[in-house]
Structures are given as structure tokens and as C-alpha cells.
């Protein structure tokens, strides 16, 4: 059973460039969340999304969006890069089931992105 | 703002004794509690979770504990092993329309010397 991976491992962008990120969830997972995460810091969240659409997003400006296809992968788009977007980004997924207090959310390796 | 906080960035213990992680909270809407275990290169895996209608939930050798009053909760590792070497992230997620959410602190580097 496969886990959650993320594609690349490694990218070095330079300032004002755009980039996606890619992410396949957990085999039978349908919701995809997104963090960021800088060095010295832990995971921020960015968005989830869940039926192919953002269902809600924490406190990052409109640079950075994402998509989530029909098989339940997802994509983190980046904007006008700017120095600051260096970080590891995270992605997560879980199975929605309401019957749940708390949905487990299972972690990728993470994408390194570097920005010049 | 930072809303979970672990104000300790490292703890260094020896094998076979008790590993304590400390992990205060300021969001009173924060209703469940969860401990994530990292390895470098690795994503954060899930380790052990505490619901704030509980002051204890225990898991082999590890226990969380929660003190609502205090805005605190604690997770102990006992006996370590050089394996939980790692950093430990506590997160806190909210009931309702923000469930899905996880708020991080910055984490702790556990260190466990043979």
C-alpha cells in the first residue's frame, strides 16, 4: 500500500519564477492538505482541498493555489517566487468520514524548494 | 501569533530513562491534540493523539497528558531508546468547520544517547 508521495524531491527556482508541486495521496485517501514548512520552523498550513475543490485555506496570499483532479492528486502552484517561499512543502492526506471526531492525515516527504 | 508553542528547541536524555516534551497552547477553540514524530528526509508520521475530553491517553511506551486548565499538555516517552531520536511537533486541530486544520509548534529535537 503505497503512501502518500510528492514529486520533486528537490527544486531550485530563482526569484519571480512559477512552480508546481504534485502530490498522490494515500491509496483510498480523498482529501489533500498542504503546509509549508521553513527551516527552524513547523508545518503551516496552506490549503486542503476535497471533492476538487479548496475547502479551506490558512494565511497565504493569492500566489500560491492549488488543484486536486478527479483521481484525488493535487497540485501547489507558486507564483512570483520570492526568496522567502523557501521551504519544504508538505502534503497530507486523509479519508473524510464524518462519523470521526478527527480525520488521521498521513505526510508525504515533502518537495525542497529552493529560491535564488 | 504563534498558538501552540514547544518552548524547549532540544532535550537530550540517556537510554532508558523518561523523555518529557513540553507543549503549551493559547486557542481555546483547540479541542484535539496530536504528537508528530520526524525524521530528517522523512514527513511527519503520526505518533499519538489526545481528544480534550481526556487528560491521558497512553500508547505502549508513550503517554500524553493534557491539562486544560493550564493550556498544557506533555507527551512522555518511557524507557527511551536511541530510535526516538527525532523531532517531535505538537499540533492541535479545532471541532467543527476548522477540523481539518493542523496548527504546529515549532518543534523539539529529542536527542536519546546510548
Known amino acids: 500500500d503505497a503512501g502518500v508521495t510528492q514529486s520533486p524531491t528537490h527544486l531550485i527556482k530563482t526569484r519571480g519564477q512559477q512552480v508546481t508541486l504534485r502530490c498522490s495521496p494515500k491509496?483510498?485517501?480523498?482529501?489533500v492538505s498542504w503546509y509549508q514548512q521553513a527551516l527552524g520552523q513547523g508545518p503551516q498550513f496552506i490549503f486542503q482541498y476535497y471533492e476538487e475543490e479548496e475547502r479551506q485555506r490558512g494565511n497565504f496570499p493569492d500566489r500560491f493555489s492549488g488543484h486536486q483532479f478527479p483521481n484525488y492528486s493535487s497540485e501547489l502552484n507558486v507564483n512570483a517566487l520570492l526568496l522567502g517561499d523557501s521551504a519544504l512543502y508538505l502534503c497530507?492526506?486523509?479519508?473524510?468520514?464524518?462519523?470521526?471526531?478527527?480525520?488521521?492525515?498521513?505526510f508525504g516527504p515533502g518537495t525542497r524548494l529552493t529560491v535564488l | 501569533d504563534q498558538q501552540v508553542k514547544q518552548n524547549s528547541p532540544s532535550l537530550s536524555v540517556q537510554e532508558g530513562r523518561i523523555s518529557i516534551l513540553n507543549c503549551d497552547y493559547t486557542n481555546s477553540m483547540f479541542d484535539y491534540f496530536l504528537w508528530y514524530k520526524k525524521y530528517p528526509a522523512e514527513g511527519p508520521t503520526f505518533l499519538i493523539s489526545?481528544?480534550?475530553?481526556?487528560d491521558k491517553n497512553e500508547d505502549g511506551r508513550f503517554t500524553v497528558f493534557l491539562n486544560k486548565s493550564a493550556k498544557h499538555l506533555s507527551l512522555h516517552i518511557v524507557p527511551s531508546q536511541p530510535g526516538d531520536s527525532a523531532v517531535y511537533f505538537c499540533?492541535?486541530?479545532?471541532?467543527?468547520?476548522?477540523?481539518?486544520?493542523?496548527?504546529f509548534g515549532k518543534g523539539t529535537l529529542l536527542t536519546v544517547n546510548p
Open positions: 491509496s483510498g485517501h480523498d482529501t
Open positions: 499540533a492541535a486541530s479545532s471541532s467543527g468547520g476548522s477540523n481539518y486544520k493542523l496548527t
Open positions: 497530507a492526506s486523509s479519508l473524510q468520514r464524518e462519523e470521526l471526531f478527527y480525520n488521521e492525515q498521513f
Open positions: 489526545i481528544s480534550s475530553i481526556k
